[in-house]
């Protein structure tokens, strides 16, 4: 009671095949499925929404596939400003910061002291 029963696993491309043959060689009632090709990401979300199995139940995703093709956007983006961290007594000392803005509309994102996040 209160274990998981369902894993994903991101595997070495080369692995895959090889992962999914031992936990079905070492693991009892085990339930393997290896998602692989350009619909993984849909196939996974009705795994998830399935019945559960009475068993463990594992999800096999290639490392790179899951890199590719889900058309994922970042949350947020970066704007590299030039900031005055000090002044020596002849010459200001900068340094190129990045900070975080929306993606959405490019507005540089502060915390709660109004201070910009970098």
Not at 97 to 114: I, M, Q, Y
Request: hydrophobic content about 35%; charged content about 30%.
């Amino acid at each position: 009671e209160g274990k998981a029963k369902r894993f994903l696993l991101l595997a070495p491309p080369h692995l895959v095949y090889k992962w999914r043959r031992e936990i079905l060689d070492t693991v009892h009632n085990a339930k393997v499925w290896v998602l692989n090709g350009p619909d993984t990401l849909r196939s996974l979300l009705k795994l998830r929404q399935a019945a559960p199995h009475d068993g463990p139940e594992y999800v096999i995703l290639g490392r790179v596939r899951m890199r590719m093709g889900y058309h994922w956007e970042s949350a947020y983006q970066t704007k590299t400003l030039k900031r005055t961290l000090g002044h020596d007594g002849l010459q200001a000392q900068t340094a190129q910061l990045d900070f975080v803005r929306c993606s959405d509309c490019g507005e540089l994102a502060k915390d709660e002291e109004g201070e910009l996040i970098a």
